[in-house]
């Protein structure tokens, strides 16, 4: 179910916002309510919150279809002619009435499951439902740029407003540029290129190493021995056993 109906008037006053509910028109979705079977479901959904809350609450309003109760319904006509649902809802909720008056939230959409869906005799394409609610919902649905709600402010004056469009928000800024798929490829490659340099050096030669002890070290060794001029192994046992302290 995704019937989206802009809001109508809102009274700053009261805090009241009028609107249809629900009507007898195809939607997005390829489906459309029936009202015959729906205005029954309705008045079951109206007359249970009602008689819970002594007549106070006539239908349960929620914030995008969400957990935040936002406020109640006062007042639902039925218009059986025109096959239409209409309400008037007082916002109680201090943020959810903020985005009213900025025209954030722009109409209001039922929410809930389906009681019957079927293929509508006259346009098979269609899918004709009766609901089931559980509730009815504030929401920022995008509407058109030329859509605009009635609010009668304090001192009974009527001004036009228009519901905020996707320009109006604020967009963050854009993030810097990320380097061209084409660069990194060839990054890519220049290190592919030194890995495979890599790889075919021939590696060091292997030996048995063993540890030498002080011992073997200085063994044959002693100071004012001739050396042999080539034998530099010698030389480096000789050095290591007679260092020169500083």
């Known amino acids: 179910m995704s019937l989206f109906i802009p809001i109508t008037k809102v009274d700053v006053a009261?805090?009241?916002?009028?609107?249809?509910?629900?009507?007898?028109?195809?939607?997005?979705?390829?489906?459309?309510?029936?009202?015959?079977?729906?205005?029954?479901?309705?008045?079951?959904?109206?007359?249970?919150?009602?008689?819970?809350?002594?007549?106070?609450?006539?239908?349960?309003?929620?914030a995008m279809h969400g957990s935040v109760a936002a406020g109640k319904f006062v007042d639902i006509e039925f218009d059986d002619k025109n096959k239409r649902i209409s309400g008037v809802a007082k916002i109680v909720d201090d943020d959810e009435w903020q985005k009213v008056l900025e025209g954030?939230?722009?109409?209001?959409?039922?929410?809930?499951?389906?009681?019957?869906?079927?293929?509508?005799?006259?346009?098979?394409?269609?899918?004709r439902y009766i609901p089931i609610l559980s509730e009815v919902s504030l929401v920022d649905n995008p509407a058109v740029p030329t859509a605009?709600?009635?609010?009668?402010?304090?001192d009974?004056?009527?001004?036009?407003?228009?519901?905020?469009?996707?320009?109006d928000f604020p967009h963050p800024s854009p993030l810097p540029q990320v380097e061209g798929i084409s660069q990194m490829l060839a990054k890519i490659a220049v290190l592919q290129e030194r890995i495979a340099v890599l790889e075919n050096r021939p590696l060091l030669a292997k030996g048995n190493l063993r540890a030498v002890s002080k011992s073997e070290d200085r063994s044959g060794i002693k100071l004012g021995d001739k050396m042999p001029e080539n034998d530099i192994n010698t030389i480096m046992k000789a050095a290591l056993s007679n260092p020169i302290m500083l």
């Open 14 to 62: 009261q805090r009241l916002v009028y609107g249809t509910l629900s009507e007898e028109i195809a939607d997005k979705a390829g489906e459309i309510l029936d009202y015959a079977g729906s205005k029954p479901e309705f008045e079951k959904w109206s007359r249970g919150l009602s008689d819970a809350s002594g007549g106070k609450n006539l239908g349960n309003v929620r």
């Open 104 to 127: 954030v939230y722009t109409g209001f959409s039922i929410g809930g499951g389906y009681a019957k869906r079927w293929n509508d005799s006259k346009k098979p394409a269609l899918m």
């Open 148 to 154: 605009t709600f009635e609010v009668v402010k304090q």
């Open 156 to 167: 009974g004056s009527v001004e036009m407003r228009k519901f905020l469009s996707d320009v």
